[in-house]
């Protein structure tokens, strides 16, 4: 199994240490306290419920492209197609 980091924007600031996510409709709290200057709408990258990396809306746009099309290959379909 691999464990990845997943990009997601803070959706609400709960104090210094904690703030609020959602992915995949599911809302859950992550930690922040390992990261500098953390606000509501930043994207964040998320490993085993810490927020690890700060990261701006065009990298992480691109991230969550990447991999839904992993996501659709795996499941046989083709990300490419219209």
Do not use: W
Not at 16 to 25: A, F, L, N, Q, W
């Amino acid at each position: 199994h691999m464990c990845l980091a997943v990009p997601v924007m803070i959706k609400e600031k709960i104090s210094d240490s904690v703030g609020t996510i959602e992915y995949g409709g599911v809302i859950k709290e992550v930690n922040i306290q390992l990261l500098d200057d953390v606000n509501v709408g930043d994207y964040v990258l998320v490993h085993a419920g810490f927020a690890i990396e700060k990261l701006n809306s065009e990298e992480a746009e691109e991230t969550l492209v990447l991999m839904r099309q992993m996501a659709m290959l795996s499941e046989g379909e083709n990300p490419f197609e219209a």
